[in-house]
Structure formats: C-alpha cells, structure tokens
C-alpha cells in the first residue's frame, strides 16, 4: 500500500495546494453532472464511487494513510484497500458493511466536474434513495455479476424511470469474481433488458467493470478485450445535464423571495426552473394569472440581457402587479395549469403507514399547501410490476393516489418539469417528510367546479339569530364524559335562547359515519366528514357541539383549520385512562382488555392530548355540571 502512496502517477493536483484561486478558476465555467448509484445490497456502490475519487486523484495524502489504516482495521478486502470506506462514513455502516444514509462525494476531472450519491441498496433505507435520485442527470444502477438481478435491482430501477432519470448506465460489476466473462455479462443484459421494457425505460447504456480492480472505471480493461464501448467515467464526462434539457421547454420560475432592498426596487427572486428569458418578455403570474412584461434581470454582478435554466436570477415587472412567495413566473403565451386536484404516484417514505383523509402540508417549488390523499386506486408490486388493491401505503410502497390541496397551485406533470411537478408530503405535527410525489395531471372535475355565490351568506344567518356561530368541539377518551357534558351545555345554551345542535359520536356513526370502522383511517374519515358537517352548520349560524374521541391531534387541527379564527372551542375533557376504565358504562373496556375489540382508544390505539386546548375539565374534579356551566360561561364571553 505505502509503494502506490509515493508513485508518483498518484498525485493530487497541485494547483490545489499552490494556487486554489487559479483551481476554482480553472473549473468555474465547466459543466457539473449530479449522479447516483444505486442497486442491490453488497453491489460495489460505495466501492465504485471510491475508485472514481482514487482513480480522478481527489484523494489526499493524509486521507490515503488514513484509508490504510481503516481498511486493515475495519476492511473488508483482507488488508488491501477497501475503498467503499472513502463513501461509508456512519460509525454503523462501518461496523456492518453496509451504507445506511446517502452520501454525498465531489470529484472532478479535465472534462467536468461530479457530484455523486452514493445510495444505500437496503430495503429499508429505500426513502434515502429516493432522497439521492431526486436531484440526480443520471443513474449509475449496479449489478452484481455474480447475483445477477435482484429484487432491489428492480425496485431503484423502476423508481430510477419514476423519477425521470433518463440517462442510466447499467454497470455490471465484480466481472473479475466470473473470470470477465461476455457470456455472464449479456445474460444479465438480456434479463435486465427484459425489465427495462416493461418499465418503459426506453435505453440505457451496459458496461462490464470491477470497481475494486478498476477495469472499463477510467480506461478500457486488458481483461476485456470483448467489450469496445465507452469507460464509465468517460461516460459520466459526456452525458447531457438536466439544465439543458430543460432550456427548450417554456419559461418557467418559482418565486422564491420578494427582493425588497429599498422603496425604489421591487424584484421577484427565484431559479429559472426552465426555458430563457429576456428583458421586454410577456410573462404571466400563477395562480392569480396577472400579466405584465419583464423589465430587468438584475444579478449581483449586474443586469442580463437573456437568463437561462439553472440560473438564480431577480425579475423585475413593467407593472406593479401582486406577486409573492410561491408564485411562478411563466411565458404568458404558454401558461402552466393551475388545480387543486391530482392524480399522482406518491413513494410512502414513513414508518407510519398512510391514513387517508389525514392533512398533510404538501411542498412544490417554493410553496407549501394543505393537502389531503386519498385511498390509494392501487399498489405497484416492482416484482410483477402489477396493480394490487390497497387501502393505504406502507413504509417504501409506491401507490397511486388522488390529492386534493386546500388552494389552486400552479404545477406540471412531473415528466415534463420535475420542479413543478415533484413534491413531499410532511406530517403537520411532526414535520417529518412522509412522502414523495410526481404529478401525472389534474382531476378534470377539479376545473369544473368552483365556489357558488349565496346572497344570504353565514353573516345574515348569524345577525338573524343574534348570535356568532361557534364549533365546541369536545375531545377525550371513551368514557370521560363528553357526552354527558355536551348534552348538559346544549341544554343551557338552548335555554338561553342560542340556536345550537349536538353532533354525537355515536350518533353520526349510525348515520353518515355509518361506513366506517375504528382502524386509523377510518377514524381520520370520521372526524374528517364530522368536521365539514360542523363547518355548514356554522355557516347556518348555529353554534355547533360535538362529542368525538377524535383521538389525533391532525384531525383536530384540520377542523381548526376549517372554521373562521376565533370560532373554534377545543374542549379537552381531561380524565384519566384508569378512572375512564372504572366506569366503563358501555362495557367497551372490558372487551378491549380481553381482545374482542380491536383498534380501541387508550388500550390498543393511541390518544393524542390536546397541547393548547381554549379549556380543560377535570371530571375528577368537576361534577358534569360544573363542567357545564364553565364551558357555557366561556361560551357567552367569547361569542359575544
């Protein structure tokens, strides 16, 4: 090992230690390919890419001594240097050999600069592979010769298609463990090619390598004399990038910032997604549709006279027209649509499975909406490639589900603008990511159907009654006494002479609600239809009551979200599991306890407390009705 340390073909360039501005010049103005790899667990993934970063020399002396170090110590090439320890940083990815997380490497060469992610072949850590891919021109899909191709082969491809990577190599590696044989080589391409077509991924470019030897890497293997096509980094060095993919496509920016230094500049910030344009250009403002003309494009360095895709840019308007964070900026002439409805393919990246009904904040481009996702109309095995019937996703399932968002947004399908047509869920409560998406098109029905102007609106109902329409909405486990409580305040208020009307947990599931059990979608349906119930009601300028566990903390906040500011009561009726299952009037307990009754509140499924509840009633401290006559008084004060 130390004999290639002091070879002098192993050197670094210079000019980074003599001169790193002459470097960074030397390299500003070349083109920059972002690529994955990705296949099967135990391919070469981390290994490949180690021998990219060895062989394009960006390797440096002290990290070559420290990778000699940690390949006799934690190596899994017998002493010899494991270059898969270059990518695999994670104190856990050393200890089992595997990678876990993406890993994100710079190299460069005479030809062109690389960023590459370096992403793990593992089932479960299928979320970060997704994660790599997203922003990827290309995808370097490994094989191992040996396995041939397996099941996560065929899962990173298909999601590879999905994505939209166009560009994919199909490395066939480890050819030295099958004596380089061609024969072994075109089997697996037949296979693979056989895959390919049934995903519709219309080419892709074989190579036969050894990442660990470096065979068909940089230059053209002795062993190999049989293959005559490109190297995989002579390859890499030629490959067209996504930024000019996307300069024939119709201008395209997403606001990002309003650039408001003084009182005298009003510029929209953003990256041009795709297409050019040009000082004087008729361009369009989505979802408003406002029309004006650019007047500048203004950068640090000074103004353009043409910006292109990929470039970061500040738009100023010939008119002062509304435009804001989220807005995108398109060619007049050739608009994008604007929905609030979509069919989309969604990979399910949560441990959590997915509750249909439930809202998730939706991000795509520079905006963040509400939205909401359907059963799925169907689960796609990537084995067989067939549509199986589901009624929700699992953690690394691909389904395809309808979307409804809370606003129009502008978007595209994703296969033709991945900006504008790739999004991620995120769960409301925790902010984690639950989800990516892509775009197929809008529901058609979703153009056709638009708020109705009433001349006798919520004001006139309310003004007619004398009174501010309110929802009081209690929540707590079975047994609290939600019920009890809510009849009593509607008997005070009705005495009082308010116009109310109580909507009862099990009362609704008699009737509307009838259709739905207790697993967690079905209690986020219920709450779901409960809460644009309570929502009309309120527009009738009744004050509305209702008694549901409604056990999540999301479901909640979405019926929050429904109702004018102010006029939403979370009443968290606060009584304890134990004290609840020493009641136990319906009996309910008892059978949970003894497993006949499945997906039950507080014993086989969760409660979600209110956090920040408008009022608490402690039914170990409060009889019903002093509960009552607080949630009445409370009423009175703040609806008046």
Known sequence: MNHEMKNPVYVTDTLIAEDINAYLLKHQH???????????????????IGRLLYDSKMIFEDQLASLESDSKAVGTQGGEIDFALLVDGLAAEREQGITIDVAYRFFATDKRKFIVADTPGHEQYTRNMVTGASTADLAVILIDARQGVL????????????????????????????????????????????????????????????GLKGDN?????????????????GHLEEAPVSDTRMLDQPFRMAVQWVNRPNLDFRGFAGQIGAGMVRPGDAIRVLPSGKTTTVKSIVTYDGELD??????????????????????????????????????????????????????????????TVTATVTEPKYEVNVNTLEHLASKTLGLNAIGVVNISTDRPIPFEAYAQNPDLGGFILIDRMTNATVAAGMIHFALRRSQ???WQALDVNRDAHAALKNQ????????????????????????????????TFLLDGDNIRHGL?????????????????????????TDAGLIVLTAFISPFRSERQMVRDLMAPGEFVEVFVDTPLEVAEARDVKGLYKKARSGQLKNFTGIDSPYEQPQNAELTVNTVELTPEDAAERIVQYVLREMS
Not at 162 to 173: D, F, K, P
Not at 336 to 365: H, N, S
Not at 513 to 537: H, K, P, S, W, Y
């Open 513 to 537: 609600n009838r259709d739905l059990g207790f697993t967690d979608a079905d209690r986020v349906e219920n709450i779901r239809r409960v809460g644009e119930v309570a929502r009309l009601m």
């Open 151 to 210: 099941t996560q082969t065929r899962r990173h491809s298909y999601l590879v298609n999905l994505l939209g990577i166009q560009n994919v190599v199909l490395a066939v590696n480890k050819m030295d463990l099958v004596d380089y044989s061609a024969e072994r080589f075109y089997d697996i391409v037949a296979d693979y090619s056989h895959f390919a077509k049934q995903i519709g991924m219309d080419s892709f470019l074989p190579i036969p390598i050894s």
């Open 306 to 367: 043409l910006a292109a895709a990929g470039q970061s840019v500040t738009l100023t308007f010939a008119d002062e027209i509304d435009c804001s964070r989220g807005d995108v900026i398109v060619q007049s002439d050739q608009p994008c649509e604007v929905a609030d409805q979509f069919e989309a393919t969604l990979v399910w990246m949560a441990e959590q499975e997915m509750l249909p009904g439930r809202p998730y904040l939706l991000k795509i481009g520079t905006q």
């Open 30 to 48: 070349k083109t920059m390919l972002r690529f994955i790899t990705c296949g099967s667990v135990d391919d070469g993934k981390s290994t490949l």
């Open 468 to 499: 501010k329409p309110a929802v009081v909405w209690f929540t707590g486990l079975s047994g609290s006494g939600k019920s009890t409580i809510a009849n009593i305040v509607e008997k005070k208020l009705h005495a009082l002479g308010k116009h």
């Open 217 to 233: 890497i940089v230059s053209h293997s002795d062993n190999m004399h049989w293959y005559q096509g490109p190297t995989l980094l």
């Open 448 to 450: 056709n159907i638009h």
